[in-house]
């Protein structure tokens, strides 16, 4: 196979089956060998060769093939750069002067690019040779994926070696080292007669670099904590709420209501319950803090003038499920909003997963490839923001603001008919896939779509973009666009989301194996571009960066109303209680928006410095454990653990497999094998790279045991991570990167790809247990996110100024109670496995305020209970007419009216130092309670039937509807019918029934009955202003309500009504004989 087939068409086949078919795309071109004439990258002419017939070499860097007009227009227009490693170009023979050649020399029109002093370095005759997977001509490419180590190059192609054989024999020989002699010897004259006249200019150059330098040394972020006169007052409210509590509790529970003692005890437990609730709820909130980032210094430090990029490469991984749910032209505006960030086009892939094998999900894609090459330069040229068509087109502001380009009026006028052509084309693709056909799919070329089978069908790969060819329409680089659906075969359990996701960090860690994985849902696009240079801020810093697992960015959504009735943007979370998880260990991963480290995916632990030698004393002999400072066995121990001219003490470090290692002098293995675990700077250990993994047994002979049980055995790396040779080497990569030698066969790399999505791969390994996502919960995150905490990593939030990414929100109630009733259940299962955060991982690295966050993350269903209970209680009392609280006296009142105002301080404290506002807190609130007692309290039954009687729940996707530019909230007021909604409709039945009745009692017994009802009415009034967003949810646009809604809520209101009078258990019943009245007047 060649490698145009493989990059050409779509790739499909199943490793158990031994199949591997390649459907060509109509679209695809011929082949084209390393002979062939290389043509200009910019303007596609070809590439003439110089006067002394070799062949034009503009960049003796990287050798990326640009021809001589284009070269000399960059050079006195454009940036005077290297399209792809950045470099300067440097003056050629023949060629006008311009400003800056003066630092390449006077000479230059006597000698020739050969006199660069860096020349493009060239392979060793042992080394393997690197090929690009994409690539379509097979040339050799000259740039490295990122420094340091090989790895897949972009699709540019580079200079054959044989077209600088020339330059490489005349380099070892003793002219050219004359040469070079008499040049510097001229360049250094030249500059001892200029010296004296631009000293001035010379100092403030080197002032200005030096400044740079300086800046560019400076953190890439800092944590901005809170003021004191903010958080200081909250956190004394605190503590004097947490005492008043407790002197209320104490109140409640001895003086019970001697009338009313079921209702007393209810009322007690959930109070207690609901204690317990806050404090957990309330602790992780103690320190929070914010960072900023600075997006200059780390342009400073890794992207300098002059010098080749040295920024991270980053996969984003897009999951989609089913596109009638989930809308194409949807996801398709994800897409380009990835594709057209601000970030190296050659450190950008985007993996898009396909859950659902569906065509026209593989077609949208083909349509928004091909409108890329248009929207991506667009956005660029022009800086526009944001860059997803649908919602940039939409948005009504002045989008001439800070637009000085005379043409960007044309443009975007001609940009916005092209998208909506797109739209169009979409829109076509749509209605076609309403009506599947008999025979099934089939793709333009005539073959069967392999995925009409939805669930029985071969693993499928595609390559959009990345490959020879797939420029914009300005000649430059676009980032790699990766359709992939794992395999799917009757009988196999493939994890849903979770499973999906693991596919796709295999998938990119055989083609592309960048450090850093960002994941979206398809629902939401990149609102800021420059959102992944604000994750690396934190990745990339020297010190933090090695010890974070992900970096979590807040959740944002369009299209919700204005009053955000049902608390879709969910601010109190993301802007409260995050904040304060961030000044412990972290945020919790919330399932989008999250920049991963891979190597904290694979279940690795966080780097940790060696511990310092305890201090000892002398004072008595090692032998002797009773020494003044109790360090004599200790330090007896540490000696124990060197061998031969060793310095220094090793901490013994819990290993990949589960048992702990320690390094030794021999940390390399023999001949061209690469090293398993050796020590970087400052006592951290890394893991090297070109790890190859079949010389792994070999190098472990001639090793003494101690050291052969360091190094983990190839049997061990299968059991953990599946039996792929090139995805396990690609594990130990830690700065990411293909393995050396990976890309030289890219048929082979396809071939691998497709094994490691087969539907048996994960069978007996650790994939979903310890690996990548864990199975086990419908809320996959939590879990992921826990899991990672526990071995010790950190996470940070990043909140900047602009919203780095934006999605959909279900606004309408019966979808918005579906998604609350997933969470919610997903938190039951995890409560009720293995890993609940209140016995698991004792031993591990996790904070305690840590943990009580994630415990409050998994209880929070099992409170709706008893806040049923309570929101019943109240309609109960005026029913009957007793009441939970007897006869308060001054000590009471005072402690009632004390956590009262307590609760009023936090909440309006809380409010002052996060900036939330007023209106969102209280959404905040009300949604807990409609939550509560509807998707909370079904969740807490739906899990137990789970885990204690096997009975499964059907996982439902939410449904992400498109923009409807005639009604935006048409899907507020729309009613679904759900189960769900029983509960809280007749909670507020009850209570507005009780509320006339405490009434109508209170006039039929005169002025003594009025105040005891005050207290029953403050708490029916409180518990129906809470429930009023479903109120209005119910009644809809035309106020009416489905009849059945009513019906069975007035059913089961009677039922509980008439049974309750007819039990009365307050009522004493009368002992002895029953005394009638005689009728005789005495």
């Excluded at 040469?179 to 403030?204: A, V």
């Excluded at 499928?460 to 060819?469: A, D, E, F, K, R």
Aim: charged share 25%; glycine share 8%; proline share 6%.
């Amino acid at each position: 196979m060649d490698t145009g087939s493989v990059t050409g068409g779509l790739v499909a086949g199943s490793h158990q089956r031994d199949e591997l078919h390649v459907m060509r795309s109509h679209e695809e071109g011929k082949v084209r060998s390393a002979a062939d004439v290389k043509t200009c990258r910019v303007c596609g002419d070809e590439v003439a060769a110089r006067e002394d017939g070799q062949p034009f070499v503009a960049c003796g860097e990287c050798g990326f093939p640009v021809c001589r007009p284009c070269y000399e227009y960059e050079r006195s227009e454009g940036t005077q750069c290297c399209p792809q490693c950045n470099t300067r170009y440097k003056r050629q023979k023949g060629c006008p002067r311009v400003e800056g050649d003066e630092d390449d020399g006077a000479d230059m029109d006597d000698f020739e690019e050969e006199f660069q002093i860096k020349s493009p370095k060239q392979p060793k005759p042992h080394e393997p040779v690197n090929f690009d997977v994409y690539s379509e001509n097979g040339e050799q490419p000259a740039q490295k994926w990122r420094p340091g180590g090989p790895a897949l190059s972009s699709f540019t192609g580079s200079v054959a070696g044989k077209d600088l054989e020339a330059e490489r024999e005349m380099e070892g020989s003793m002219e050219w080292k004359d040469r070079i002699d008499k040049w510097k010897t001229k360049q250094e004259k030249r500059g001892k007669l200029h010296r004296d006249d631009s000293d001035d200019e010379d100092d403030d150059k080197n002032d200005d670099e030096y400044m740079l330098l300086a800046e560019a040394r400076q953190p890439l972020w800092r944590k901005v904590p809170i003021p004191s006169s903010k958080i200081n007052p909250y956190r004394i409210v605190i503590v004097l709420r947490l005492v008043v509590l407790c002197f209320f509790l104490k109140f409640r529970i001895t003086t019970p209501a001697m009338d009313a003692v079921p209702l007393w005890l209810a009322s007690v437990i959930c109070e207690l319950w609901f204690a317990l609730s806050w404090i957990l709820d309330q602790l992780p909130k103690w320190s929070p803090v914010t960072r900023e980032t600075y997006l200059d210094r780390l342009a400073l430090r890794y992207e300098r003038d002059g010098e080749p990029c040295r920024l991270s490469p980053i996969d984003f991984f897009v999951s989609t499920v089913d596109p009638l749910k989930e809308p194409p032209i949807i996801t398709a505006n994800t897409v380009l909003s990835i594709l057209a960030v601000d970030y190296p086009v050659d450190r950008v892939s985007c993996y898009v997963s396909d859950d659902g094998a569906s065509m026209l999900l593989f077609d949208t894609l083909s349509e928004t490839a091909e409108f890329a090459r248009r929207w991506v330069p667009f956005c660029k040229k022009f800086a526009i923001e944001p860059r997803t068509p649908e919602f940039y087109f939409s948005q009504k502001i002045d989008y001439l603001k800070d637009k000085v380009q005379p043409t960007f009026v044309k443009e975007r006028r001609a940009m916005k008919r092209e998208y909506e052509e797109f739209k169009i084309k979409i829109n076509a693709l749509v209605a076609k896939a309403q009506k599947k056909p008999e025979e099934g799919w089939v793709m333009q070329d005539g073959t069967p779509w392999p995925g009409n089978n939805t669930r029985d069908h071969p693993g499928m790969i595609q390559v959009y973009l990345g490959s020879q060819g797939a420029l914009d329409v300005e000649g430059n680089e676009l980032p790699r666009l990766v359709y992939v659906s794992r395999e799917k075969r009757p009988g196999y359990n493939h994890h849903k989301k979770a499973g999906a996701m693991n596919a796709l960090v295999r998938v990119s860690a055989v083609l592309t194996n960048a450090p850093f994985i960002l994941n979206l849902d398809c629902d939401h696009y990149v609102n800021n571009s420059k959102a992944v240079r604000e994750a690396m801020c934190f990745l990339m810093d020297k010190q933090l960066g090695k010890k974070l697992c992900y970096v979590q960015f807040p959740q944002r959504f369009d299209g919700i109303d204005r009053h955000d009735r049902y608390a879709n943007r969910n601010v109190v979370f993301f802007d409260i209680n995050m904040k304060g998880l961030d000044g412990i260990q972290g945020p919790v991963y919330v399932g989008t928006g999250c920049v991963f480290n891979r190597q904290a995916l694979y279940g690795y632990d966080p780097p940790r410095p060696d511990k310092r030698p305890k201090m000892t004393c002398d004072c008595w002999p090692s032998w002797c454990c009773c020494c003044c400072c109790f360090g004599g066995g200790k330090r007896d121990k540490s000696h124990k653990g060197k061998k031969g001219g060793e310095s220094g003490v090793d901490e013994p470090r819990r290993g990949l497999l589960g048992f702990y290692k320690k390094r030794s002098k021999k940390e390399k293995l023999g001949g061209g094998g690469a090293a398993a675990l050796a020590g970087g700077k400052k006592g951290y250990r890394k893991h090297q790279r070109g790890f190859e993994l079949e010389e792994i047994e070999e190098g472990l002979e001639g090793y003494d045991e101690l050291e052969r049980s360091s190094l983990m055995s190839q049997k061990s790396f299968e059991k953990r991570f599946g039996q792929s040779p090139v995805f396990i080497a690609s594990t130990l990569v830690e700065d990411g990167g293909l393995p050396q030698g990976a890309a030289a066969d890219p048929a082979a790399l396809i071939k691998e790809a497709i094994h490691v999505i087969s539907c048996g791969y994960e069978e007996k390994t650790e994939w979903g247990k310890e690996i990548g996502w864990i199975y086990g919960s419908v809320t996959e995150d939590i879990l992921t996110g826990f899991k990672m905490h526990c071995r010790g990593w950190k996470s940070v939030y990043c909140t900047p100024t602009r919203a780095a990414f934006k999605g959909s929100a279900p606004i309408n109630l019966s979808d918005r109670l579906h998604q609350v009733l997933r969470w919610a259940l997903g938190s039951v299962e995890i409560f009720m496995s293995r890993h609940c955060p209140l016995w698991y991982a004792y031993g591990g690295r996790l904070k305690w305020l840590e943990r009580f966050a994630y415990t409050n993350t998994i209880v929070y269903p099992f409170t709706s209970i008893p806040l049923l209970a309570y929101c019943t209680i109240p309609a109960v009392c005026l029913l009957t007419g007793k009441f939970i609280i007897p006869t308060l006296n001054n000590l009471a009142s005072i402690w009632f009216i004390a956590l009262f105002l307590s609760i009023i301080a936090t909440g309006v404290l809380e409010l002052r130092w996060s900036g939330v506002s007023i209106e969102d807190w209280w959404r905040n609130e009300q949604f807990w309670v409609i939550g509560g007692v509807s998707a909370h309290l079904f969740a807490v039954f739906q899990g137990l039937l789970k885990v204690l009687g096997g009975v499964d729940t059907n996982f439902t996707v939410t449904s992400k509807a498109a923009a409807d530019e005639t009604d935006a909230f048409g899907e507020l007021y729309l009613f679904k019918w759900t189960t769900l909604l029983v509960p809280p409709t007749t909670l507020i039945i009850i209570n507005m029934v009780g509320i006339v009745a405490g009434v109508s009692d209170a006039v039929n017994n005169g002025y003594g009955s009025w105040g005891p009802l005050f207290g029953k009415l403050f708490f029916s009034f409180w518990v129906i202003v809470h429930l009023y967003p479903f109120l209005k949810g119910l009644m809809g646009r035309q106020n009416r309500t489905p009849t059945i809604v009513v019906l069975w809520s007035i059913l089961l209101a009677s039922i509980f009504s008439l049974v309750w009078v007819r039990i009365d258990p307050f009522i004493p019943k009368a002992k002895g004989p029953i005394l009638k009245p005689c009728g005789v007047e005495c």
